[in-house]
Each structure stands twice: as C-alpha cells, then as structure tokens.
C-alpha cells in the first residue's frame, strides 16, 4: 500500500495513521515528526526549521523533498508506506512523482475533510507526549492527572504551534499551498474524500472501506 493522508493540520491524519500503520504493518512517514525529532536533537536542520515550524510556516521544499527521498530508501518502506503531512505543496508532489516513478507510483489520496471550527478545537485542545509524540486530547482523550504519558512516562505537553494564533495561520498557510493538491490528485484520479468529522472510530471503519478497493 502507498498512500498519502492529505488534509489540513488537526484534520485526525496523524491518529489514523497510527492505527493504520500498527495495523497494515507498513510505517507512517511524517514529515512534521521528523522534523519535530531534529528540532529536539538540536541538529542544523532542527535549529532552521523550529523558527518555521513555530510561527505556522513550511519548511522550504528542497529541505522536505530530501528528507523523504531518504527516508523512503529505508528498508521498511518497501513494501508501502503511509506520507502523513508529505507532500504539502504542487512541487513536493511532482518530485514525489518522479521519485515514485510508475512502478510504485501513489495508489491513494485519503483527504480528511473537516470544517474550520472543528480543527481549531481539536488542535487547541490537543496535548502531546514530549517524548514519543503520542497526542492526546483534554475533549476527547483526556491525558492522565499525572501529566506523564501511558506509552513512556514522557512529559505531555501543549505544542507550541496548537496555539490559536498559530493554528490560524497554519490553516491559512494550507488553504494556499496544500489545498490545491487535491485538484492534483483529483486529475490524477487517486483522490478520495473521509468525512474526519465524525468520531475516530468511524473514520476508521470509513478508511478501512476504502483501502479495502484496493
Ligand atoms: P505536522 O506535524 O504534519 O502538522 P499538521 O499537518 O499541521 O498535522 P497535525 O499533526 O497538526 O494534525 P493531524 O491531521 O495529524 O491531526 P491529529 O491526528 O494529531 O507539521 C507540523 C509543521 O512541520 C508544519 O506546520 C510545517 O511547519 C512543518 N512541515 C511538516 N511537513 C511539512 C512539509 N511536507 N512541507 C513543509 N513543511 C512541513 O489530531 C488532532 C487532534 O484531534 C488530536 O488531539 C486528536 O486526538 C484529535 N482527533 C483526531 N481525530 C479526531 C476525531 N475524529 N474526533 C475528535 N478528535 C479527533
């Protein structure tokens, strides 16, 4: 399976992909975990995408193009893969194209489609594990009084880009760069629509109806 999860920050892609990914047994590559894990290395790449990544920004594609191209040589991505939050803009998907080449090109577009109000809540409302990236949510999934994560007794805490001001300007930066993708992949005839509002284990068995076709 080689898939893309397409859709705007908070739209449920990453909590999807986790399940997927436990469940298919192929990774979730994300882009915004990657980068998150370089930020807390302390690594050239991670002190030049933090500024970006706080203030609601991208990350420049030649940089993201790079990291995929290698992250995709990797053993387990050989027998398929999830791109959670990759690609993001027209030129990452074209260089994603020519990477893929024919023979393992995309096979689906899963577009998590959820209104504006809904992700501002979910992603003002989320909470994530500051050392292994699991998220929780105080609506939904509310993390433990401890303040330490089930998974690995990490420190949970808010990202610092699921503030209301930067969650606004992450979605107008997706409005701009990322929604176009899904005129792309509708030409290309790979582009299903997930109705994401629902409750996570309905868009769970709506994906699984799906990835079923192929
Ligand atoms: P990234 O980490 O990819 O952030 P994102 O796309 O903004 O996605 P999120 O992680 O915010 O949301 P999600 O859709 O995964 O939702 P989730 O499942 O967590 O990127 C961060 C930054 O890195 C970018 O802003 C950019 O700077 C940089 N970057 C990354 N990739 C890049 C690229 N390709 N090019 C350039 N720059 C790049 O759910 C959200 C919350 O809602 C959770 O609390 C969850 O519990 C809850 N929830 C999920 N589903 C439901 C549901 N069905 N009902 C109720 N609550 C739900």
């Known amino acids: ?3 893309i999860f397409l859709g705007a920050p908070g739209s449920g892609k990453g909590t999807q992909a986790v399940y997927l990914a436990e469940n298919y047994g192929i990774p979730q590559i994300s882009t915004g975990d990657i980068l998150r894990k370089a930020v807390q290395d302390g690594s050239e ?11 609601g920004g991208l990350v420049p594609d030649d ?7 290698e992250r995709l040589t990797l053993p387990d991505a050989g027998k398929g893969f999830i791109l959670d939050g990759f690609p993001r803009t027209i030129a990452q998907a074209e260089s994603l194209d020519a990477m893929l ?23 003002t409302s989320r909470r994530t594990c500051s050392q292994c990236g699991k998220n929780y949510n105080v609506i939904s999934d509310p993390p433990p009084a401890s303040g330490l994560c089930v ?16 969650v606004r300007k992450r979605l ?15 030409v290309q005839k790979k ?6 509002e629902q409750a996570v284990e309905r868009v769970r068995a709506e994906m699984d109806a799906l990835l079923a076709q192929l």
Do not use: W
Request: proline share 1%; glycine share 6%.
């Open 45 to 55: 790449l991670g002190q030049k995408a933090q500024v970006i990544m706080s203030n």
């Open 1 to 3: 399976m080689r898939l």
């Open 191 to 196: 582009l299903y629509i997930l109705h994401a």
């Open 63 to 69: 940089i993201i193009i790079e990291l995929v191209r």
């Open 101 to 123: 080449g024919s023979g393992k090109a995309i096979q689906m577009v899963l577009f998590f489609d959820v209104s504006e109000a809904e992700i501002i809540k979910r992603l």
């Open 172 to 186: 107008q930066v997706y409005e701009e760069k990322t929604a176009p993708l899904k005129a792309f992949y509708n």
């Open 151 to 166: 998974q690995c007794g990490g420190k949970i805490v808010q990202r610092e880009d699921d503030t209301e001001t930067t």
